[in-house]
């Protein structure tokens, strides 16, 4: 008789709950008339999350376990991984909620007769929150995937929703479009060198379970061929999703065509997902040859950490600023990801934290400065914006200093933490280099504090939107876990003092 | 609550008046700033009666975990040193607050801004040089460039953003280097079975040559840049010709005795063997330091650059000092910080009153002032006599200690070094020949002499020089032990006396 497997749904729920939901706000597309859609939307994408976030909380104590027949493994360093995707992607969520960043009907040419006519009357795309909620579930899977198949779903699913949604800006729709195009064929392109390496994974150790490839890798006399092949693969698959140089360069164009909370909720979430997995197969799977992959991740650490530092420097627009300064911090996640040790992924689960919510907020203040024709993006007009809003460039300062390692933000005690990992498992070199990035970084992180506060305004000057109540509480959740948690990092330090984070 | 943590926090206190205060009326946020600032002068007296003079090692000492996993605290504790130093904070910033009355009005952004600005470094600058937690330590250091940066892009004058962000700038690249010396020191700790950030306990530790000179250089530098020691002191000049008066005290007079603090309390303490490797460079770079200085103090126009570059020159002798190892030498060092602080403050004041009422910074435009505002001048000449260590005023007792502390060990350092008071004499006198005397300048005549508040503001300095000057024995009786302990950590002692050989 053949039995079923238990799947332990319990485990599973949150993502679960998250795909229901997004299952939910299909129907609700199809059924329910369009002016009451982008409310119900609204709400139901949040209290998806909510309740998603509450599952997890609830799964804590379940730790260590493995569902849906060990393709699934539910450990504190996954349920907190979860945790965090859930937490930021609700605040990033808060800042979908203006409505006029999405495309009235994204089939429409841009610049046709169509597209002139949906926008006079008003609408907006509202399938982008079942789209958002399916790229969500994605990332849940992602970082406790134990297998590759999973994981190659995970990611799939994680990034086919981003590539749509990255199309729909209301404005520049050109420019919008083309960042889709290119970010869908990159990330098809890096998704097919995943599932290559997973072949060559399969067939070095006969099994797509990362323990079992350990057991593998392990087996003295083994001819290591495939798995080094299978590595090379899946790394450049995982590389790709994190922006790491030299798969970088999709990184400014999509993080500037996108719609600017997508931005936002891409920056963070998809960087949290895909750094959980990625510290789960290294540790998993190629822990046992660490020695053989470790100096090439070096270089691409110290390369990345460089690279996005010295590139961003002579950036005019602020969302680019922000993706190249995105391509810095992937470089110093990395470094976590290279200690291989307990610490090493403590520390990059807070840096995760403090830089996704800097992150959000940063790309939730840029929703907020406009013209007469939408955001605007250029540095140079932001002049003397703390005249026009001291808030406002107070609180996008925070966030800069945040991502410039400051102390007494988040961000130090982040950078702080993933150094000394760096530092404890030999790398100096790392720290060398990650110290003297930083001094590149904060070098135009503070520029764009000197041209708010200390430029005169111009008549080009922009005026600051008045933030809806939602908008308002999402900066004003970034603003307060960035400074709490500089001055009291053990708030999250203290979820994380556990014997076994992960479940090897 | 421990004396010094109240101490700590009571300019916060005032910050959040002021937080609640409207910012229209003025006059009310000064009395608050005022009030504020002298309570924290009471409190920070008050430790007095609680210290235990003539003793080793940190007193009034608190400690609460702050940050477990890496077993950070909040710990706080006081030597000689940092006794001596809270006190010339303390004392100096209701003296600016009193003396720069009127400063913040010209500013980018409110008053109200300024003092809570000038508030909060207050708390960070008792809190460094009270911090017994490296890590604690290295936060606030970097944690106040930022109030700086506000205080000068915001209020100052010229090309203010330019020198703020060069400040910040040059600071946090420092800051960095140093960080990653943290972070060393600490995975050190780690390796050798008790992870700490404890200046003590991290002073103990065994660390092998060629790491020792690493991590002291990643120290020595940003505190280097801090001081500022040639050739990193570009960026004071700077800092100096755009911040007000009361910036320019608060980061020449204290800011920059973190560098020199740092040096004492981190490179010398914990890493004994590079700085004897390191010491002889050193005072080659405090020589270059004193001579450069002084020269180029001697040609500049602007009264602030000038200023700033006297200082350049101080801080050479303030380092010769220290790395010349000796007891003279650290306490004379030591005792230097505090005279120095004093005495920019003097020039600092006075210099601002006279830009003030000239609108203008240059020298030669102040010329025949001592017939117009006699009582202004005066002071103006007392602090510039004090600048150049006239016996009888308080940097007289700490050049002479730094330089006879020197002579024993390093006897042509010593002989290189007397030229920077000769060279002194020049910049002052010359100064003070071309602003106050000579020709009453056009647009001079009419010039006001200082009123009730700002004499109240330079009385106390003045008093202060003085009574340093003559009676200085009860602040070296309160460095000494802090000299000795230092001493012994590098393990080194006083070179015999050249006498009778």
Known sequence: MLSTPALNYNLLAPILIVLGGALLGVLVEGFVARAYRARLQIIIALLTVATAFGWVISIRAAVSQTAAIDSVSTDAAGTFLQGTILVLAFVALLFFTQNDHFAPQASALPGSSEEKEATLSGVQMTEI?????????????????????????ALEVLSIPLYIITGLARRRRLL???????????????????????????????SLSLG????????PGANHIFLFLGLIFVSVGLLFKVGAVPFHSWTPDVYQGAPTPVTGFMAACTKVAAFGAMFRIFVVAFGAIQSDWRPVFVAIATVTMAGGAIAAISQRDVKRTLAYSSITHAGFLLSGVIALSQIGLTSMLFYLVAYGFATIGAFGIVT???????????????AGLAKKSPLVATAFSLFLLSFGGVPLTAGFIA??????????????AIVVVGVLSSAIALFFY?????????????????????PSFMVSAGIGICFIATLVLGVYPDLVFNLLRLPTLLVP | MNLLTLTILLPLVGVLALAIAPRENTKNIKLIALGSSVITLISSLLMLTKYKFGVQGFQLVSSHSWFKVFNINYAVGIDGLALVLILLTTVLVPIVVVGGWNEAENGRWSVKTFYILILVLETFMVAVFAATDVFLFYVIFEAMLVPVYFLIGGFGRGDRGAAALKFLLYSLFGGLLMLAAVIGIFVISVHQGHASFDVTQLSHLKISHNTQDWLFLGFFIAFAIKAPLFPFHTWLPAAARSATPGTSILVLGVLDKVGTYGMIRFCLALFPEATKTFAPYIIVLALISIIYGAFLAIGQKDLNSLIAFTSISHFGFIVLGIFALTSQGITGASLYMVNHGFSTAALFLVGGWMIERRNSTQVADFGGLQRITPV???????????????????????????????????????VVGTLGIILAALYVLILVQRALHGPLQEGNEDTPDLNLREKIAIAPVIVALVVLGFYPKPAIHTINPMTSQVLSQVHVSDPTPLAGK
């Not at chain 1, 869908?184 to 290559?196: E, K, Q, T």
């Open chain 1, 446 to 466: 503070l520029r764009v504090i000197l041209i708010m506060f200390f430029k005169e305004p111009t008549d080009e000057t922009v005026t600051v939107a008045v």
């Open chain 2, 376 to 414: 202004m001048a005066w002071s103006f000449f007392i602090a510039g006599l004090s600048a150049l260590a006239l016996p009888g005023l308080s940097s007289f007792v700490s050049e002479f200690l730094v330089l006879l502390g020197t002579f024993t060990r390093y006897p042509a350092a010593a």
């Open chain 1, 212 to 219: 079992t490839i350990r057991t593998a890798a392990q087996t």
């Open chain 1, 368 to 382: 907020l400065v406009r013209d007469s024709t939408g955001e605007v993006n250029d540095l140079n007009r932001w």
């Open chain 1, 129 to 153: 929150y079942p789209l958002v909620l399916f790229a969500i579930s994605g990332m849940l899977l992602f970082p406790v995937a134990h297998d590759l198949i999973t994981l190659f779903v």
């Open chain 1, 415 to 428: 950078k702080f933490s993933i150094f000394t990992a760096a530092y404890d498992s030999g790398n100096i």
């Open chain 1, 176 to 206: 919008s479009q083309e960042a889709a195009l290119k970010y869908f064929l990159l990330g098809a392109y890096s998704s097919a060198f995943f599932l290559f390496g997973g072949a060559f994974l399969y067939g070095f150790s006969g």
